[in-house]
């Protein structure tokens, strides 16, 4: 389809949803327009289901979605041409305006819209991360440089995932992308692990699920490490570090005079939101990473049959959160001590469940988009890797 031909199936949709002064605001994902209208009694959605380039309407959560398919950006972008809306970034939301959904809604839109813009380099080096356990099965070397290189080649994406959420965070937040990089690579540094040294000054909460061990401080403030010492693969860490820096830098460009603004402001901000994030927002995430570990823990103890059925429900949704990292020591733990590990199985279990849902998708899905995340996505699921197929169609997707 011409460059034509889309704004004026721009045109169209927007004339018939009931004009420019009827959308409150508008965004895209893989295959739909949304739009959040002030009267959805205004929208023709008969004419608009029969436009040649539009697949069908569906009105969820408050929103009025008008499915386009795999030119759904093109789309977009002339529909930001052609009038004064989404001027900006396609998937921010546009504050102070009304938004009818629910909170779930708003989480589950901004979660999935965080994702999105990097889906198939993260399928993809899923895919690649499927192909270094095949050769481990197939009696390569894993001290070899083939393995170590292949090896790199999918877990760096993952490892180093906390820099890509910070880049679409940051555009959520209307933060400055660069301020809120310098904030994640801090907690990224290599010479964090150093903190933990031989013996611990002291250890708090004592007893607790949240007893934590303190090697050293900040102005007297204990700084509390996870586990493994760093905050690779930390998603909700990272999400929470960049909103707060978006908070910070928000009220130093109001307070900073302009002459100095340009540099003061990132300076002031990353100089704040980072000895925040390790003093507070680190260990608040690391321990409700831990708490989730201790219920299940607890749970199997009181029946492995109610431990099994409620974890393979809640797998995909650890994963989401990144919640998943309390549990995985467990299963090394039991492993280790009793030579099995219970745990894995059931997370399997879940994850192939979803390997259903994609494998239908690919089969009765029209629309090219979904196909393209759907056929590496589920050969990701094949090697236990969810992500891919939860941020860019699960969530994004969900019933309708």
Avoid at 46 to 64: F, R, W
Avoid at 86 to 91: E, F, K, P
Avoid at 164 to 179: D, G, I, N
Avoid at 237 to 250: C, D, F, M, Q
Wanted: charged residues 15%; proline residues 6%; glycine residues 8%.
């Amino acid at each position: 389809m011409a460059n034509q031909n889309y704004d004026k199936l721009a045109k169209d949709i927007l004339n018939h949803v009931g004009g420019e002064t009827n959308v409150n605001n508008v965004r895209h994902c893989i295959t739909r327009l949304r739009f959040n209208l002030k009267d959805e009694s205004k929208a023709d959605t008969d004419y608009i289901k029969n436009l040649e380039g539009v697949v069908t309407v569906v009105k969820s959560g408050g929103q009025y979605q008008v499915v386009i398919g795999e030119q759904v950006a093109e789309v977009y972008e002339s529909l930001t041409r052609v009038s004064k809306l989404g001027i900006g970034t396609a998937d921010s939301d546009e504050s102070g305006e009304e938004d009818n959904r629910n909170v779930l809604e708003k989480f589950i839109d901004f979660i999935s819209g965080i994702f999105q813009p990097f889906l198939m380099p993260l399928a993809a080096t899923g895919m690649i991360k499927g192909v270094a356990a095949l050769m481990t099965t197939f009696g390569v070397d894993p001290t070899s440089g083939v393995y170590q290189v292949i090896n790199f080649s999918g877990d760096a994406f993952f490892q180093f995932l906390p820099i890509m959420v910070a880049l679409t965070a940051a555009r959520k937040f209307k933060m400055s992308e660069f301020t809120a990089l310098a904030i994640t690579v801090a907690l990224l540094h290599p010479g964090i692990s150093n903190l933990l040294g031989e013996t611990p000054l002291y250890t708090l909460f004592t007893g607790t699920p949240f007893e934590s061990e303190v090697y050293t401080t900040f102005l007297g403030l204990p700084i509390i490490l996870p586990p493994s010492g760093n905050y690779f693969s930390a998603i909700i860490p990272t999400i929470l570090a960049v909103w707060a820096g978006s908070r910070i830098e928000k009220r130093m460009r109001a307070f900073i005079p302009s002459l100095v603004r340009s540099f003061l402001t990132p300076f002031f901000t990353v100089l704040i939101s980072v000895p925040l994030a390790f003093l507070v927002i680190g260990p608040v995430a690391s321990w409700a990473s831990d708490l989730i570990g201790v219920a299940f823990t607890a749970l199997q103890t009181f029946s492995p049959l109610l431990f099994g059925a409620i974890l393979g429900v809640a797998w995909q949704l650890l994963v989401i959160f990144g919640l998943h990292w309390g549990i995985i020591p467990i299963m090394y733990v039991l492993l280790a001590e009793q030579g099995s590990n219970p745990i894995s199985p059931v997370a399997m279990v879940s994850t192939f469940g979803v390997l259903g849902v994609v494998l239908a998708l690919m089969i009765k899905s029209k629309e090219k988009r979904v196909r393209d995340i759907a056929i590496p996505g589920s050969i990701s699921l094949l090697f236990g890797i969810s992500e891919p197929t939860i941020y860019g169609l699960m969530l994004p997707l969900k019933r309708s």
